[in-house]
């Protein structure tokens, strides 16, 4: 499934690397701590936090991530999306939480991979 695919079926609004929206999600990736996420994600997945500050992008350009999820009504910082655009790395936002993202992708079918 795309990041598109995705984005559309969870409403979430695309904020930075469109053009980057044809990755695929291989599968998915919560947490808020950042060496959670260099240590536990792998390639193609898609990070969900609520994390706003520029480091996000450096953690998703280094695991090669398909893109992040910032959940809760949080919207990224101004450098945050100026570095996601240098980077191509699609920062995507949502008024959902977590739990609803993370759900809304299990009942399409989007793994945890292994």
Same mark, same amino acid.
């Given at each position: 499934?795309?990041?598109?695919?995705?984005?559309? +079926? @969870?409403?979430?609004?695309?904020?930075? &690397? /469109?053009?980057?929206? +044809?990755?695929? !999600?291989?599968?998915?990736? !919560?947490?808020?701590?950042? +060496? *959670? %996420?260099?240590?536990?994600?792998?390639?193609? *997945?898609?990070?969900?936090?609520?994390? %706003?500050?520029?480091?996000?992008?450096? !953690? &998703?350009?280094?695991?090669?991530?398909?893109?992040? %999820?910032?959940?809760?009504?949080?919207?990224? *910082?101004? *450098?945050? @999306?100026? /570095?996601?655009?240098?980077?191509?790395?699609?920062? @995507? %936002?949502? +008024? @959902?939480?977590?739990?609803?993202? !993370?759900?809304?992708?299990? /009942?399409?079918?989007?793994?945890?991979?292994?």
């Amino acid at each position: 499934m795309t990041l598109n695919e995705v984005a559309e +079926s @969870l409403n979430l609004e695309v904020r930075s &690397a /469109k053009e980057q929206l +044809s990755r695929e !999600v291989k599968g998915g990736y !919560v947490s808020d701590l950042l +060496s *959670d %996420v260099i240590a536990g994600t792998r390639e193609g *997945d898609l990070w969900i936090t609520l994390q %706003v500050h520029q480091n996000i992008v450096a !953690v &998703a350009f280094l695991n090669n991530l398909t893109g992040i %999820v910032i959940v809760g009504g949080r919207e990224p *910082d101004p *450098d945050t @999306l100026e /570095k996601a655009e240098e980077q191509e790395v699609p920062v @995507l %936002v949502t +008024s @959902l939480s977590a739990y609803e993202v !993370v759900g809304g992708m299990y /009942k399409m079918g989007i793994p945890r991979q292994e």
